[in-house]
């Protein structure tokens, strides 16, 4: 139970703190940049701050030092395979979690910005962070197991998000303004 508590509570700390700040931040962030003459200033800044909401509280977890296994997968789908025998449970905390990792950002990144708004574009910025998340866990020597198939995982997870929004960004952009 005290893993389970060390894994989740961390982001339920977290996300908690971020979801009371970000109203006032979003209000904020909006009236800001509605002074500064900026062309769409609630729709980014909800999308800014929904990335750091729905982002943080992942990567404080990910970051968090832990007394599991530790150190480095490079071979793409090997630590996926070795999950093939284990319960489903963990099966699905680990996969289901490194999906949604990135999944506020893949999902509001094209939101925000029309540079942005493609899946491969957001694969690029996932991969980046996600990568560099896997890093520092290493480097840091936080007793986490760095590995490159959380990096695909969490790529995947930003990627799925975006197609389940491109309805709502797909369009907002002009035409030839969207990246393929």
């Known amino acids: 139970m005290a893993h389970t508590w060390e894994l989740w509570g961390n982001v339920i700390i977290a996300g908690t703190f971020a979801a ?14 509605a002074r500064a003459g900026h062309p769409a200033p609630l729709r980014t800044a909800l999308a800014d701050v929904g990335i750091v909401v729905g982002t943080a509280p992942w990567i404080w977890m990910i970051l968090t030092p832990s007394d599991g296994p530790t150190g480095v997968g490079l071979v793409p789908f090997r630590d996926l395979a070795d999950l093939a025998g284990a319960p489903w449970q963990t099966v699905f905390v680990q996969v289901g979690g490194n999906l949604l990792v990135f999944a506020a950002l893949g999902a509001l990144l094209p939101v925000r910005s029309p540079a942005l708004a493609s899946p491969a574009r957001v694969a690029a910025v996932a991969a980046a962070f996600s990568a560099t998340v896997e890093a520092l866990q ?22 799925i998000f975006s197609l389940v929004t491109h309805r709502w960004w797909a369009g907002r952009y002009p035409a030839g303004t969207v990246p393929q």
Do not use: E, M
């Open 20 to 33: 009371l700040l970000a109203a006032p931040a979003t209000v904020a962030l909006s009236r800001r940049r």
């Open 138 to 159: 290493y480097a840091l020597r936080l007793g986490r197991f760095s590995s490159v198939d959380d990096v695909l995982i969490n790529t995947a997870g930003a990627v």
